[in-house]
């Protein structure tokens, strides 16, 4: 069982920047491939980013891409993501999720039908 904690959300100008903090708490943290999705009012859930447990490689929507850094540190069991020169239409709850450590190479963590969500943290960007 893994829990998942978000934090970092918050109001910021259109250009700035947040950072979204996601702790685990579990056993083996390590071994889950872990990620972000986002879902703003009205619109259904999407994926923004995912990091493979195992050897760390990234995968990022093509709205986020050059924009966004996701990052973990298996010593802190927490996962990051840095949004930098954000836009109004990032506006979102972000959602931190885990799932099993072959879920981004088969396919499957795009799909967002995933083990283990967070209970999201409100981004706000304003223009």
């Known amino acids: 069982q893994v829990e998942l904690v978000e934090s970092g959300g918050g109001l910021v100008q259109a250009g700035g920047s947040l950072r979204l903090s996601c702790a685990a708490s579990?056993?083996?943290?390590?071994?889950?491939?872990m990620g972000w999705f986002r879902q703003a009012p009205g619109k259904e859930r999407e994926f923004v980013a995912a990091?493979?447990?195992?050897?760390?490689?990234?995968v990022y929507a093509d709205s986020v891409k050059g924009r966004f850094a996701i990052s973990r540190v298996h010593a802190k069991n927490t996962m990051y993501l840095q949004m930098n020169s954000l836009k109004p239409e990032d506006t979102a709850v972000y959602f931190c999720?885990?799932?099993?450590?072959?879920?981004?190479?088969?396919?499957?963590?795009?799909?967002?039908?995933?083990?283990?969500w967070g209970q999201g943290t409100q981004v706000t960007v304003s223009s």
């Open positions: 579990g056993r083996a943290f390590s071994m889950y491939d």
């Open positions: 999720a885990a799932d099993s450590p072959t879920s981004l190479r088969v396919g499957k963590f795009k799909t967002g039908a995933l083990d283990y």
């Open positions: 990091i493979s447990w195992n050897d760390g490689s990234t």
